[in-house]
């Protein structure tokens, strides 16, 4: 077995691949961008060495950098984890040339499959199934225009070098194709430096099912089992899943021979994955082959008692596989989600900034956690926002369902905002849990997903009331150094009457004032018209237990000095706000004239000028940051009065980019 490591890579995946070989023995080698020298991967490998700027292309991308560092620090092998160089033919050889072995397959086998074009092709001559489209060369405009209208509508328009659902495009009539084919063109040339597409019959409502296929240098190949991974936003993998609750065991077999019949025709050596459109009657089409680990591998490895790094390093330092077909055997069901510092309810915006509190629930055997940061660390505008991926298992679906509702009521993050309260619904929505879920019905039915403007009831209001009021006497009490002192009670006594409580709670800049009479869990309550007795009240595990006027619930919750983390009878997370009772300053809605950048990024598009009329909602700007396009619009209908953005300008956050005329 290899001795030093070096993991070419960052955050989570750079840790996870860093834990298998510290569990094996391997000294591991890190490396670091200026943004992340701080970072948990640099803290828990054995040694790091710094590798340029804070952007990608200025460290992670480089690999003259990354060579240097490896020679240096005497590195034998070179694990690429997935994203940046781990599907780049030049590294691989690179890697070759300096006599380090790279931990994925050769060169050969990652340029055959890097060109979605030519896989396809390649696919063809192995009967494995594809879906009817153009992958020539010829990429003329007009031409494509034309093949287009032969293949026939609904059409996607994919870049052939690309992944990850970047640039594709859905096209329903000849009139949509320009604009449509100029937007995949641009975005494909600025992630990929390529702007050649491809074309694909657009098939209605898929299922997007993959397969984890492994090789060695002995001439085995095999699968291990299939993930679904049908539920996407704009083409990006929300939650994924294995087995897949659509597959019969007859179409599981036929799709795994595809698989690594796929794999077979580049005689592939290591970790990849094949993966499959999948209609509503069950006919599957290859759509690509990944030649890398893939960021939901966690959920294979659960079900399958496997460490497919593990197997990664073997493979890589010339071993066999340790498993033949027959023997892979998978056992329970394994979901996983990833958790991003992002804005579901501003189209999914993401964000920066430090995690002043990362609460998540403990790992076991039902639970695993992959990260990359830690309470306190920040969130980088450079890089992906995924702050961890969480991993469940059970013994089948409707339990790992389960386990996940758990897990992701046990979480928490303060700092920038984060999609937990979206997944909370995904969860539960009646699509997922009946596995009827297609890669379109996300986008279809978004609102049905998000927590949008929705008010607790006067239930959930209390219940955050009497949260905040044991706090705070559990505290005064804590505090005191005569617990039987008068002066340790936090029941608001006065003398002549009764001691009333005003507790103050936000939650989405509005204020709600419950007035409370009581102490030690016996309270009188009223917000409003709204009244309600308690008795019993206690706070105990992460929950409340009372009686209100009567009846005895339990309520799922958290609360401290500055917030209450709260779920209702139906699951809906709210985190109240404590704000100070009797002071409150409203905020009126700012920006009506004017457009600022929501964070930093660079300016690809400028579609006005000053002196043109605009209306509500046009879009005005097209800015690219943390690897995803933003669409910029006109806050209201006016005239431009001044531009502060240029084509191809990086900008930073708040400022100023287009004045509206008052």
Partial sequence: MFERVLIANRGEIACRVIRTCRRLGIHTIAVYSEADRDAQHVRLADEAWPIGGPLPAESYLRIEAILDAAKKSGTQAIHPGYGFLSENTAFSRACQDAGIVFIGPDPESIEAMGSKAAAKHLMAKHAVPLVPGYDGDNQDNAFLAGEAHKVGYPLIIKPSAGGGGKGMQIVRSDAEFPEALATAQRVAQAAFGDASMLLERYIEQPRHIEFQIFGDRHGNIIHIGERECSAQRRYQKVLEETPSPFLTPEKRAAMGEAAVAAARAVSYVGAGTVEFIVGPAGDFHFMEMNTRLQVEHPVTELTHGVDLVEWQLRIAHGEPLPLTQQQVVSRGHAIEVRLYAEDPDQNFLPGSGKLQTLRLPAPSA???????????????????????????WDEDRPQALQRLREALAASEIVGPKS??????????????????IDTGYLDRHLDEFLVGDATPDNHALFAAAIAALLHDEQSVGAAASDPHSPWARAD?????????????????????????????GNYQLRHGEARCEVRGARLLDGSLSARFDGESLRVPLRADAQRVLLHDANGQRYRFTRAVAFAWESKDAAGGNQVIA????????????????????QELLVMEAMKMELALKAPRAGTIESMNATQGEFVEADAVLVRFAD
């Fill in 366 to 392: 039902h639970v695993r956690l992959d990260g990359g940061v830690i309470e306190g660390d920040s969130v980088t505008i450079f890089y992906d926002p995924m702050i961890a991926k969480l991993i469940v």
């Fill in 419 to 436: 999609n937990i309260g979206f997944l909370e619904r995904l969860a539960r929505h009646p699509a997922v849990v009946e596995g009827r």
């Fill in 492 to 520: 608001a006594w006065r003398i002549g009457h009764a001691g009333k409580r005003i507790i103050a709670l936000t939650l989405r800049e509005q204020r709600h004032d419950i007035e409370a009479h009581g102490h030690s």
């Fill in 598 to 617: 929501p964070m930093p990024g660079r300016i690809v598009l400028v579609k006005t000028k000053v002196g043109n009329v605009v209306e509500q909602g």
